[in-house]
Structure formats: structure tokens, C-alpha cells
């Protein structure tokens, strides 16, 4: 019988490492598989491109994001330890701590939306169904409170309880999904479809750079945390594919679908951002309503859980000596006061939300860069231990990467603009196109480049500076055989 999982941000031994990569599949799509998926349908077009030019770019996005993932998640096999210990390779032991910070914030914001979307869909269903009013303050506490305690008990039952559970979840959601899918069909017009205009490369880069953060970017942070309880002669290939076919199934479907409903519908489409699932949930009949929250709450847990559970091991990184269970009690607590926050006393949800993936984006895909970079140059597996030893051959700070994760930053800022009036605190972004004299109406401004520039700066930086470094550190480090197998 499964336990609660003790291992925090130690080396996971190689009697605990039993898994295969096909069994990293269910926790990706059971965390993807979630009918708010469809909700990026209506923001993709929100960017003034058409239904084929959205639906190509989405799909393009949904894949590369999670192959993305699938590189980073290598390293979680080669070192049998958590992302965040894994990237003290390529920053340093004491350097990783600064996107560690990045990494902890990420998650807590992506578990929070997850927590407000489960909140806000609830109290819509309950009030089609009259069993509440339309802003019931009462429903949406008891759902709140609810919702994270779901949350918080898994994160803290651990990876082979979580594992269990994504293999019941994935057979509930998926096959509740597909009969919505079914009911919704006749929403769908294809003559509206086919009369939204095309847009501008530019507005398709935008639309594409949305959907990589949204997507695999917003996960990548995590993706070795999964793979560390991989046996060690797991292929590599093997464990990039089952990444990326876990991941991207879902999203490549229900973001498809999303755009045929929201393509077809204006009203849907903007009833979207205030409120993604319950939106959707207004196509249905009322006797299946029931249903379909109960497997929306379900879908947007699973999300949220493997993402409590990788912030409170993020947590650990950054120093914090408490055991891993208590770490993600802690993070539930942050959890639930900012669905609070959100729920009572923000405007809309999209807003914000955009504005979030879009800010913290930016330095998620200079890391990505920098650790896709690091895992392609090593041809050993990394030395455990010295991931723990500031002394060691992976030092206490890798100033260069610091340095280029700073340069990303400062270009990638620059180069992505806040375009939701709900999140003016982000209104400082886009120096670079005032600074360059850019209006706002031309095709880029609100392209949001700086994210894709911020993982290829990364990325290139990286080989360029630190290929030597990484070739001196196999030279004295006792690795075992090559990595990608």
C-alpha cells in the first residue's frame, strides 16, 4: 500500500527508483486533461488571428512547450533529485536559490489559479442549478475552503499516493470530457468560424507565446520532480516522449475544441474571461451539470496538486529545513488566501492571469534556456552529491549564468507589454519599445516576443559561456554512463 511520501529534497536511492517512462504519462495528462483547456480557445483568438492561423499555432505551441518539458525532465533521472537541486548545476549550489525563487512563485501562482477556477465554476453550476445566487458569497467560501483542503492533502500524501490517484482521475476526466465534447457539438458554427479574418504573423507570435507559458513553460519548473524515481537505465528518449505525449494530448484537443465554441459564440468568448469552466458549463443541460463540475473540480485538482507538492519541494531548495509534507502545508496556506484574494475581490480572472504567465514567463524561459543548454552539453549523469556541496565541482555560484539569466530578464521584460487594465502593477513592462519609440498599434507591442527571445538568449548564452565549465566539472566529477540513452 502507497504511503506518505518522506523524501524531500534528498537523493532519491536506487531501491526507491522503480519507475518506467511510460508511467510519467498519467500524472501530464491527467493534469492537462481538464476541460479549462478549452478556455484558451477564446483568449488565443482574442489576439485577432484566425480560426486556422490559431488553431496551427496552438497546436505547434502545446508540443514544443511540452517537449520543452521533456528535455528538463531528464535531468530529474541523471540526478535523482527534485528541478530546483537539478539546476544548482548549471547556477550553483547557493546560485539556484534566485530561480528557485522564481520557480516557488510560479507554482504558487499556478496552484492558486487552479484553486480560483474550481472556486469560480462551482458557484456558476450551483446557481444554474438555483441552489445559489449569482454572486453567493457563502457558496463561494464553503468551495474555497473546500477546494484547498483537496489540494493541500494530496500534495502532502506524496509522489506514490499522487500517482495512484492520477491513474483513477485520468479515467474519470477523460471520459466525462469526451461526452461534453459530444453534447456541445451542435455550438458549434462553422460559417462563423470560417468568417473570422486572419491576422498578422505578429498577432500569431503573440497568440503562440501565450499558449507556451499557459502551457508546458508553466510546468517546466517541475518536470524533473516527476523523473527522479526513474530506474537509471531509463532512456532518455523514451522519457522525453512520454513528457510530451502526456502533456500535450489533452491541450492539443481541447484547445482545438475551445476555438470551434468560442469561434462560434462572441457572448461565450467573453463570458470566458470572467469565468473559464462555468462558462463553459452554460451549453450544458441541467441534468449534467453535476457531472461535469465534479470532473472540472476533479481535473483542476490533479493540476493543482502536482503543483503544491513540486512548490513545497522548491521551498526546501531555498533552505527552508522542515520536512516536505509541512512545506506543502505551508503553501497551501498561501494558496488559499490568494483564491480568497481573487475570488471576493479581484474584477475578472484573466486579467491577472495572463498578466502573471506573461511576467514570470519571462525568466521560466530564460531558466528553461540556461537547463536545456546545461542537460544537452553534459554526457554524464550528474554528480548527487556534489548537488548538495557548495564546494564542490558545481560551486557555490555560477555568476555567468546569473548574469545571462539577468540579461534575459531585463530583455525579455522589455520586449512583453501589460495589456490588461485589471493588472496595472504590470504596467512598468514594455521599457524597450517606449525606450525604442514603438507605438501601440504597431504589429509587434503586444506580440509579447520577450518570452520566446528570453528562452533562446538563454539557451545560446549558456553554450556560448559555459561549455567549457561543464566539460571541466565531468573532467573532475565522478558521473555514471551518458545521459540521453
Not at 539556484?96 to 496552484?111: D, N
Not at 446557481?127 to 445566487?133: I, V
Request: aromatic share 10%; proline share 3%; glycine share 12%.
Amino acid at each position: 500500500m502507497a504511503s506518505v511520501e518522506m523524501n524531500g529534497i534528498d537523493i532519491v536511492q536506487d531501491s526507491q527508483r522503480t519507475a518506467k517512462p511510460h508511467n510519467i504519462f498519467l500524472p501530464w495528462f491527467a493534469s492537462n486533461i481538464s476541460v479549462f483547456g478549452m478556455s484558451y480557445g477564446a483568449w488565443v483568438l482574442g489576439f485577432g488571428v484566425s480560426f486556422w492561423q490559431a488553431t496551427i499555432i496552438s497546436i505547434v505551441a502545446v508540443i514544443v512547450s511540452f517537449m520543452i518539458c521533456g528535455v528538463i525532465a531528464l535531468g530529474g533521472k541523471r540526478g535523482s533529485v527534485p528541478t530546483m537541486v537539478m539546476s544548482r548545476s548549471a547556477f550553483g549550489v547557493n546560485g539556484a536559490k534566485v530561480p528557485g525563487i522564481i520557480s516557488w512563485l510560479t507554482s504558487i501562482g499556478w496552484e492558486t489559479s487552479l484553486a480560483i477556477t474550481a472556486v469560480l465554476a462551482t458557484n456558476t453550476v450551483l446557481h444554474r442549478l438555483g441552489w445559489a445566487g449569482s454572486d453567493s458569497v457563502g457558496v463561494k467560501i464553503v468551495a474555497a475552503a473546500i477546494v484547498a483542503a483537496l489540494i493541500v492533502l494530496g500534495a502532502v500524501a506524496g509522489y506514490h499516493i499522487i500517482m495512484k490517484m492520477q491513474s483513477v482521475l485520468t479515467v474519470i476526466t477523460g471520459v466525462i470530457t469526451a461526452i461534453y465534447v459530444v453534447m456541445v457539438i451542435p455550438n458549434i458554427h462553422w460559417a462563423a468560424l470560417m468568417e473570422v479574418p486572419n491576422g498578422s504573423f505578429a498577432a500569431m507570435i503573440g497568440a503562440g507565446t501565450m499558449v507556451l507559458t499557459g502551457m508546458g513553460l508553466g510546468w517546466v519548473n517541475i518536470a524533473a520532480d516527476w523523473t527522479r524515481y526513474q530506474r537509471r537505465d531509463a532512456s532518455g528518449t523514451s522519457i522525453i516522449f512520454w513528457n510530451t505525449l502526456g502533456g500535450s494530448l489533452g491541450p492539443v484537443v481541447l484547445i482545438t475544441f475551445g476555438l470551434m465554441l468560442a469561434g462560434s459564440s462572441q457572448e461565450l468568448s467573453d463570458n470566458i474571461g470572467l469565468d473559464p469552466v462555468g462558462a463553459l458549463a452554460t451549453l450544458l443541460p441541467t441534468w449534467f451539470l453535476i457531472p461535469f463540475l465534479l470532473t472540472a473540480i476533479l481535473s483542476l485538482l490533479s493540476g493543482a496538486i502536482n503543483g503544491i507538492y513540486s512548490s513545497g519541494l522548491t521551498l526546501l531548495t531555498l533552505g527552508i529545513n522542515i520536512p516536505r509534507p509541512l512545506a506543502s502545508l505551508i503553501d497551501g496556506a498561501i494558496l488559499t488566501a490568494g483564491t480568497i484574494y481573487v475570488t471576493f475581490f479581484s474584477p475578472t480572472f484573466i486579467g491577472p492571469f495572463q498578466s502573471f504567465l506573461v511576467t514570470l514567463g519571462v525568466p521560466l524561459a530564460a531558466w528553461a534556456g540556461i537547463m536545456m543548454a546545461d542537460i544537452s552539453l553534459r554526457k554524464r549523469d550528474y554528480d548527487e552529491h556534489a548537488l548538495f556541496n557548495p564546494s564542490g565541482i558545481y560551486r557555490s555560484f555560477n555568476v555567468k549564468s546569473l548574469a545571462i539569466l539577468a540579461v534575459c530578464c531585463v530583455v525579455g521584460w522589455g520586449l512583453v507589454v501589460n495589456g490588461y487594465s485589471d493588472a496595472s502593477f504590470n504596467d512598468w513592462q514594455g521599457y524597450l519599445w517606449r525606450l525604442f519609440g514603438a507605438s501601440d498599434t504597431g504589429e509587434w507591442y503586444y506580440s509579447n516576443i520577450g518570452v520566446v527571445l528570453a528562452l533562446i538568449i538563454g539557451a545560446l548564452g549558456y553554450y556560448a559561456s559555459c561549455s567549457g565549465d561543464v566539460k571541466q566539472q565531468e573532467r573532475r566529477g565522478s558521473g555514471a554512463e551518458a545521459g540521453l540513452r
